[in-house]
């Protein structure tokens, strides 16, 4: 079993990941953004910097899941990841044009063809009032520049991205705007309830509300 979580930036990616690894009993895969040398740069100058930000974006992730997914998934393990492989060409249709654009769509679709798909991918979705908040509470140094209208943006482009059909993958919505899964075990176990009521996997409640696409 393979669940990927995805949504934009602040939304709770990881810790949702970390809060449900001992449920699914499952490892990790984290995305090491971390390492871009280029990220301070870019969000303090996006044009400027969008490229080189966006090519070691996919070099790493490409890297990191063509080594580990399968590898896990060989041993019988199940694997929660933070982060698809495919988002990051949502982030370049943003970030990048022209020639740029064209070159890194190249780039990323003849590398995508190696890259294992999940199972399940678990959206999480959030207002951009909601994930400004939640971006100045974990005070990231490299986010403190951040703009609204490139939230907002985002938040847009991903609406767009997850809300129709996606490489077969079964998409399941979840929106945290009134969801606090650190401090209320009750809502992550409702998480936690949606993913296996998606995935058959018992026990699970089905009386549950569900909004799947």
Not at 2 to 5: F, G, R
Not at 125 to 141: K, V
Not at 155 to 158: F, R, V
């Given at each position: 079993m393979?669940?990927?979580?995805e949504?934009?930036?602040?939304?709770?990616?990881?810790?949702?990941a970390?809060?449900?690894?001992?449920?699914?009993?499952?490892?990790?895969?984290?995305?090491?953004f971390?390492?871009n040398?280029f990220?301070?740069?870019?969000?303090a100058?996006?044009?400027?910097?969008?490229?080189q930000?966006?090519?070691?974006?996919?070099?790493?992730?490409?890297?990191?899941?063509?080594?580990?997914?399968?590898?896990?998934?060989a041993?019988?393990?199940?694997?929660l990841?933070?982060?698809?492989f495919a988002k990051?060409?949502?982030?370049?249709?943003?970030?990048?044009?022209?020639d740029?654009?064209?070159?890194?769509h190249?780039?990323?679709e003849?590398l995508?063809?190696k890259?294992?798909?999940?199972?399940?991918?678990?959206?999480l979705?959030?207002?951009?009032?909601?994930?400004?908040?939640?971006?100045?509470?974990?005070?990231?140094?490299y986010?403190?520049?951040?703009?609204r209208?490139y939230?907002?943006e985002l938040?847009?482009?991903?609406e767009?991205?997850?809300?129709?059909?996606y490489d077969?993958?079964p998409i399941?919505?979840?929106?945290?705007?009134?969801?606090?899964f650190?401090r209320?075990?009750?809502?992550l176990k409702?998480i936690?309830?949606?993913?296996?009521?998606?995935?058959?996997?018992?026990?699970?409640?089905t009386?549950?509300?569900?909004?799947?696409q």
């Open positions: 393979y669940i990927a979580i949504g934009v930036i602040g939304v709770g990616k990881t810790t949702l970390r809060l449900l690894q001992p449920a699914f009993d499952a490892d990790l895969l984290l995305e090491v971390e390492e040398p990220l301070s740069d870019f969000y100058d996006r044009e400027r910097y969008a490229f930000t966006q090519i070691f974006f996919l070099l790493s992730r490409y890297h990191q899941q063509l080594r580990a997914v399968p590898a896990i998934l041993q019988g393990k199940s694997l990841s933070d982060y698809t990051d060409a949502l982030f370049a249709g943003i970030n990048l044009k022209g740029e654009l064209e070159m890194y190249r780039v990323h003849a995508a063809e890259i294992t798909r999940p199972d399940l991918l678990l959206y979705r959030a207002s951009t009032e909601t994930l400004m908040q939640r971006i100045a509470m974990r005070d990231r140094s986010e403190r520049n951040m703009e209208n939230i907002e938040n847009q482009a991903y767009k991205f997850f809300s129709q059909p077969d993958t399941l919505t979840i929106d945290t705007n009134s969801l606090d650190v209320y075990s009750e809502h409702l936690e309830n949606r993913v296996r009521q998606t995935l058959g996997l018992s026990p699970f409640q009386e549950l509300p569900l909004e799947i």
